[in-house]
């Protein structure tokens, strides 16, 4: 929700303060020039400096401690452009200053909010104009003196920088958030691997440079040896345990470049770019005795074993699939021949997959 106060709403009350303050505090100079010849009333100039000077930091405050701090700074910019119409009347429509003034109001409305927050900003602007008129009577003046366009160069060049450094950087929040969306998207929550659908679409990828480009290429299917088991002599916390292990032993033995992901139950998936036949052994064997080694000082009897099956890219391959089930071949000979071992694809040596107890 919005306006929760660890949340959006908080983080939105401080990305406003500071352009409110450089935006009100240089704005003052452009109102104080233009309005001074006018000779308005004591009250007036209080007033302006109040808004200028002391508003900024009673809207933060206020905004802050609100139980809605969102909701509460949506009526904090409503005050501030009816305060922008209101020195504007009060300045008689001078050219400059109010075309400064409101513009400015103008290009925080839509950034605070888009068309709704504009749309309201822009009568909270005419309410102000409708109130400065009643009180400080009616007037136009047509022409801006140096001292006037001087005064207005502050606001027209050091708040519009103000407003874009805010932007950039929220810009740059985003940027992030989205990219840890599409991690975790990605992601198998449990290990931390890439999930099924996210290495399939690897596994074709890789299969198009494989073929284009001529590039040895291993993939390895992990099977943990009679899970089933595990899960029901330790419980599921245990076996998350011996999955979660797995998928760290795999990040640690595995190059950069290599691409892990879970591809479903106790079934994990692994391709290794240019590897030939001896190095996938090799390396797909340094893992299986790793995890074998695994002990647990609290469960003395768990031991784990894994079942892995090879098959290396061959150009006569049809598809990634037919890739993907010539190592699945190779996973259940090896299950077939005893498990706890490491069967590469041969051919008509792995010709069928044979389902097997787990």
Not at 52 to 59: D, E, I, K, S
């Amino acid at each position: 929700m919005i306006d929760n106060r660890s949340g959006k709403g908080l983080s939105f009350v401080r990305r406003i303060y500071l352009p409110r303050i450089i935006g009100l505090g240089i704005g003052l100079f452009a109102v104080m020039a233009a309005i001074a010849p006018l000779n308005p009333p004591t009250w007036a100039w209080a007033l302006l400096l109040l808004n200028g000077l002391v508003w900024p930091h009673a809207a933060y405050l206020w905004a802050l401690r609100s139980a809605t701090p969102y909701q509460a700074e949506q009526r904090n910019i409503l005050l501030d452009s009816l305060m922008g119409g209101f020195w504007t009347a009060a300045i008689h429509f001078n050219p400059l200053p109010s075309v400064t003034i409101l513009s400015m109001m103008t290009m925080n409305n839509v950034a605070a909010g888009g068309k709704r927050v504009l749309l309201r900003g822009l009568f909270a602007q005419l309410c102000g104009m409708l109130l400065a008129t009643a009180l400080l009577g009616t007037g136009l003046q047509t022409q801006a003196t140096q001292l006037q366009v001087l005064a207005c160069l502050p606001m027209l060049t050091l708040y519009p920088l103000a407003l874009g450094w805010v932007c950039y950087q929220l810009a740059i929040k985003l940027t992030e958030h989205k990219r840890r969306l599409s991690a975790l998207s990605r992601t198998d929550s449990l290990t931390g691997l890439l999930n099924h659908g996210s290495w399939k679409d690897l596994l074709l990828l890789k299969f198009q440079i494989c073929q284009q480009q001529r590039l040895p290429a291993v993939i390895a299917l992990i099977d943990i040896d009679h899970f089933k088991t595990i899960n029901d002599t330790y419980g599921h916390v245990v076996g998350d345990c011996v999955l979660r292990q797995l998928s760290q032993e795999l990040k640690r033995s595995l190059r950069e470049d290599d691409l892990a992901g879970r591809y479903g139950g106790d079934e994990f998936c692994v391709i290794l770019p240019g590897t030939h036949e001896a190095q996938a052994c090799q390396a797909m064997e340094r893992l299986r005795e790793h995890v074998a080694a695994y002990r647990n000082p609290h469960l003395p009897g768990l031991r784990i074993s894994l079942s892995i099956g090879l098959a290396d890219f061959r150009p006569g391959l049809a598809s990634p699939e037919h890739w993907l089930e010539q190592a699945d071949k190779a996973l259940y000979a090896a299950k077939h021949q005893g498990r706890d071992q490491v069967n590469f694809a041969r051919g008509e040596a792995a010709t069928l997959r044979l389902a097997y107890p787990d």
